[in-house]
């Protein structure tokens, strides 16, 4: 559980080469369930972009300890409503997507693919509704299309970008059982941007906390309690 | 219905010029759903205008180098689709690359490229001594003079395209639809784009040679925007689309022939109607669009 996979060093993240966060120095522990927390603007997302490989990092790097010298493979859920909804593509089409990694350019993926996006979908409970529109899904029935798709890139680390956004309570409750669940089940190591200290508290092992250009990371036990947050909120009043 | 027995007959005179224009109707739109998939319908109208603009400077060249010709029909043709192919790839990369970047405004750019590729194509043919002669009609796209060296290269551009669009649709889905899945699954979106954009600019160059910059916009467009109102998912999008097309360029034909009227407008009226006739059912009927 303590083996790092991925490391941070001295990394500088932000845009066209302005950082907007510097001097970050951490590492992901397999398996674990971290939670990156912080205001909006903080660089949460622009962090789980450049883990990622969407942004280059202005400086440092990031260093990642993969199976048998296999580059890892991430399942990335993006923010749901990202997505234009002129695409006349049904919850299955999208989920399919995660699959085409491993399908070669040119090919029709196999059907046995095919059946591993329905075993995904069904696990994350989304079978009833994925041949309908994707477009036109409540936001907590896109997130589960989403983290379907992720699963079905077969992914060493799950990133998820807020994936509880405009997501009520009970769903927000569902989706965060079900991605503990698939964690345990499939062993991966899970990121995830919030805003929601409930679920950080609740479903967080690690915490990696931005707060004015500073990076903090612990335990929700050593950061989220009343006097840890007292004196971090201090340093935003000061 | 005697003339559509003409239009039909092997023999038909102008059996090319129905080919052609039917190819063209078929292909078009298959490229012009990921114009409208990618929101670029303002590079829609203006890609075909710069080919066209790219034709008048190829055939202007000769010109320009002294070797003064009205250009035989072959290598007229080449010069034509060599330029038009040059000037269209570069306009569409150039043009994705700076909205890529994010600055400035992006329709402006292409307002700007429509507007100056137009007036610069009539003032190199204003100013050459051919032009009213030789490649006026290449401009307008008049699809009634068309060789079976013209149709043979327009089948085979086009069924490349179709080859290419077929076999790496879900590549080039993927990319459009979401280009940070398509990252982290290791594609490179790069070589996907330019990938979309060559068939593109192919698409574009070959259906203003044989149709002109009217009818090259009107079947990229309007069978895509007339099938999205109808479609359920991507296959039956791209199918409605494509038989859109390929029906309004066979029918307009058959019309212009028999009222004795110019092809290319007849084909855009024709397709605009079908549009309106089709958003019309989609607001009378919700059961009916998508």
Redesign the interface.
């Known amino acids: 559980m303590n083996e790092s996979l991925i490391r941070l060093d001295g990394l500088s993240i932000g845009y066209n080469g302005q950082p907007v966060l510097s001097g970050i120095s951490l590492s992901i522990a397999r398996g674990s369930l971290t939670a990156i927390l912080g205001a909006n603007g903080s660089g949460k997302s622009t962090l789980l972009?450049t883990m990622?490989?969407?942004l280059l990092p202005v400086e440092g790097h990031i260093e990642t300890t993969a199976a048998a010298g296999k580059?890892l493979v991430?399942?990335?859920v993006?923010q749901s409503t990202q997505?234009?909804p002129?695409?006349?593509?049904?919850g299955v089409?999208?989920a399919l997507?995660?699959t085409?990694?491993r399908?070669r350019?040119?090919r029709l993926?196999p059907p046995a693919e095919r059946a591993f996006t329905h075993d995904c979908l069904r696990a994350v409970g989304a079978q009833e509704f994925a041949c309908k529109?994707f477009a036109e899904l409540s936001e907590g029935q896109k997130q589960r299309v989403l983290i379907a798709?992720a699963l079905t890139?077969r992914p060493d680390v799950l990133m998820l970008d807020e994936p509880t956004a405009g997501v009520d309570h009970a769903a927000t409750h569902a989706v965060m059982e079900f991605i503990s669940q698939i964690r345990t089940e499939r062993r991966i190591t899970v990121l995830l941007v919030t805003h929601d200290f409930a679920v950080v508290s609740r479903y967080a092992e690690q915490i990696i906390w931005l707060h004015q250009g500073r990076v903090l990371q612990g335990t929700a036990k050593e950061l989220l309690t009343p006097k840890r947050m007292a004196e971090i909120l201090e340093m935003e009043t000061d | 219905m005697e003339t559509l027995h003409q239009i039909l007959s092997p023999d038909f005179l102008l059996r090319n010029s129905v080919y052609t224009s039917v190819l063209v109707g078929f292909c078009c739109p298959l490229v012009g759903v990921f114009l409208v998939l990618r929101r670029l319908v303002f590079m829609g109208v203006a890609l075909p205008q710069i080919s066209s603009m790219g034709v008048a400077i190829a055939l202007s060249l000769p010109l320009w180098l002294g070797y003064l010709t009205a250009h035989g029909s072959q290598s007229g043709h080449a010069l034509a689709f060599a330029g038009s192919m040059v000037f269209t790839i570069t306009a569409i990369l150039l043009l994705a690359f700076l909205e890529r970047r994010g600055q400035g405004l992006p329709e402006g750019r292409i307002g700007v490229a429509y507007v100056v590729s137009s007036a610069l194509s009539i003032l190199l043919l204003a100013t050459n001594p051919y032009g009213e002669i030789g490649w006026l009609d290449l401009l307008k796209g008049e699809v009634i003079t068309v060789s079976n060296f013209d149709l043979m290269v327009t089948g085979i551009v086009l069924t490349l395209v179709l080859a290419a669009l077929a076999l790496f649709h879900k590549e080039i889905l993927l990319v459009s639809f979401d280009r940070a899945m398509a990252i982290t699954l290791g594609k490179n979106v790069v070589f996907w784009d330019v990938l979309l954009y060559l068939l593109i600019g192919l698409t574009v160059s070959i259906a203003v040679l044989s149709v002109g910059p009217l009818i090259a916009f009107g079947f990229l467009l309007i069978p895509a925007l007339t099938a999205h109102l109808f479609a359920h998912n991507m296959r039956q999008f791209m199918t409605i689309a494509s038989l859109v097309g390929g029906a309004a360029a066979f029918l307009g034909f058959w019309i212009s022939y028999q009222w004795d009227l110019p092809v290319g407008p007849t084909d855009v009226v024709l397709l605009g109607t079908l549009y309106a006739a089709g958003w019309i059912i989609a607001q009378l009927l919700p059961g009916a669009r998508n």
């Open positions: 972009k990622l490989g969407l580059p991430f399942g990335y993006p997505f234009d002129v695409y006349l593509l049904t089409d999208v997507m995660g085409y990694g399908v350019p040119g993926v529109r798709r890139a």
